[in-house]
């Protein structure tokens, strides 16, 4: 124990004093905007690693992994990525395409054991690997976490896809971004491979590629201590697992990022072996359709004239983005241990730095109106079916009122009273609204929750997700999805 500690001692020291230093000062109002922002924004630290054309140019860490033990961040300190750990399991996945053991093409459930996604209106045959890693299988919105200050303990990924895996579209129908795909995923990998996950990652990703700093889950035995997750008060976060850890279980510091997004480049830091080859590269960066700009865990886009390939990462306690500029051999990676926007608006202005001639910043879209609410004739009326859920069936009716200056949407759960449905509206075929009603299950009453309502309007039947969905807290709640299907019983008479 007393070596280990030196060790760690000895790491924080050559971090804090040894730090790459930005070229020719090229970042230095990066690094006094950085440390002006922490402060305002009670942010308790930002990494930041930065390559180009196969070298790293810039790292630098600022603030604190662990504000209680007086733990400062350093360029070596593992962060928890949240869904950055996408298309590091996507590279996972895609050895054992290569050696031949899994096909894209195939359905998921050729690789599954007693738990196999569901599909209920739909042949679940389609709902292939490819599909399930691009997010257009039709799988839902699901995210699941489990703190260890409480009583509640994860269940076999079996158990899990029994409840939850349900094609809610049918397969390549739309994008519908789903961490329970990536939970699948990571479930492909250890079925397949023989080993865990966790084990699979580190032997055939991590190592090979000299991430050092990198794992599943926190590993004590990388010698540096974890950045602490805080909330919005800035208080420590209990830790949290997930039922979908190939979504949103890695950690990682920004210097072993910084090289994994080299590879994704097809540069080979310190000649380090290629674990994919570079077909399989540029195969997980291709759309698949009907996904617009993401392919297999990698998101694809452009802004202005530069071309990016990206994932980014948010969570409780977590902020995360990972850029790669393919035509400029650029990789910037920005990591945080609190929610906040400071990680992507950091990014931004580094690679502003790097391309000031061909750099267009954008504001993100306006949120707000989602526009009068316009169905089809043949939407009102009448609906009645079911929510079904792990526990059973709970009956369900919808009434669609003819909208006047308002939407007139009622809903009614079971026996609970009729209730009007709440930021309504109707897009592409979906009705959306949300109520507050109780779906039974002992997943859903961990925390106070409302009823999210997606249906698909098909001529007589409506069909879709009834997804339970946390009020705000002081912790980040679930997101869970369930099958609803209802066929319409005559037309409305009020």
Request: hydrophobic share 35%; net charge negative; proline share 6%.
């Given at each position: ?164 895996g349900n094609l809610v579209t049918a397969p390549g129908e739309r994008y519908q971004y789903s961490n329970l795909g990536y939970g699948i995923i990571d479930h492909v990998i250890s079925r397949v491979s023989g080993r865990s ?99 297999l865990g990698w998101s694809e886009y452009t802004r202005g004239s530069v071309r990016r390939i990206a994932h980014s990462g948010g969570m409780g306690g977590v902020s995360t983005t990972l850029i790669l500029l393919p035509d ?167």
């Amino acid at each position: 124990m007393y070596r280990r500690n030196f060790i760690i001692a000895l790491l924080m020291i050559s971090a804090l004093f040894f730090q790459t230093a930005p070229v020719s000062g090229q970042f230095d109002s990066i690094s006094d905007k950085i440390a002006k922002e922490l402060k305002e924004q009670n942010v308790p630290s930002i990494s930041v690693a930065v390559a180009r054309d196969g070298k790293i140019i810039w790292e630098e860490a600022f603030g604190w992994a662990d504000i209680e033990k007086r733990i400062p961040a350093t360029v070596h300190t593992p962060y928890s990525l949240a869904s950055i750990s996408k298309p590091i399991t996507a590279t996972g996945l895609m050895i054992l395409v290569e050696e031949n053991l899994i096909d894209l093409d195939k359905p998921v459930n050729g690789y599954l054991g007693e738990g196999k996604v569901n599909g209920r209106a739909w042949e679940p045959d389609l709902a292939t690997i490819r599909r399930v890693m691009s997010h257009t299988a039709g799988l839902p919105l699901h995210y699941h976490f489990f703190y260890a200050d409480e009583q509640y303990t994860k269940p076999p990924m079996d158990e899990t896809i029994r409840r939850y895996g349900n094609l809610v579209t049918a397969p390549g129908e739309r994008y519908q971004y789903s961490n329970l795909g990536y939970g699948i995923i990571d479930h492909v990998i250890s079925r397949v491979s023989g080993r865990s996950y966790k084990d699979f990652m580190k032997e055939r990703v991590f190592e090979p590629l000299g991430m050092t700093r990198t794992s599943v889950d926190p590993d004590p035995d990388l010698g540096e201590e974890d950045a602490v997750r805080y909330n919005s008060a800035g208080e420590s976060i209990p830790f949290y697992d997930f039922d979908h850890p190939g979504a949103s279980a890695v950690y990682s510091s920004a210097h072993d990022l910084v090289r994994f997004g080299m590879f994704h480049l097809k540069d080979r830091p310190e000649g380090r072996e290629a674990i994919i080859s570079d077909e399989a590269i540029d195969e997980m960066k291709t759309p698949v359709p009907p996904a617009e700009g993401y392919g297999l865990g990698w998101s694809e886009y452009t802004r202005g004239s530069v071309r990016r390939i990206a994932h980014s990462g948010g969570m409780g306690g977590v902020s995360t983005t990972l850029i790669l500029l393919p035509d400029h051999d650029i990789v910037v990676t920005v990591l945080s241990n609190k929610s906040s926007r400071l990680p992507s608006t950091i990014a931004e202005d580094i690679i502003e730095a790097l391309l000031p001639d061909e750099y267009v910043r954008t504001e993100p879209p306006e949120r707000g109106n989602r526009g009068k609410f316009n169905p089809e004739e043949g939407l009102m009326g009448n609906w009645e079916g079911s929510i079904d859920t792990y526990n059973g069936e709970i009956p369900i009716k919808i009434r669609v009122a003819k909208p006047e200056k308002t939407s007139r949407v009622y809903v009614q759960l079971g026996d609970e009273k009729e209730l009007r449905l709440i930021s309504v509206s109707y897009r592409n075929g979906f009705l959306r609204g949300s109520f507050r009603g109780d779906l039974g299950t002992e997943d859903v009453q961990k925390y106070p929750n409302k009823l999210n309502v997606e249906l698909k309007f098909r001529g007589d039947v409506l069909n879709g997700s009834v997804t339970a969905v946390p009020l705000p807290g002081k912790r980040v709640g679930n997101a869970l999805s369930h099958w609803a299907e209802l066929v319409k019983t005559d037309k409305d008479r009020r």
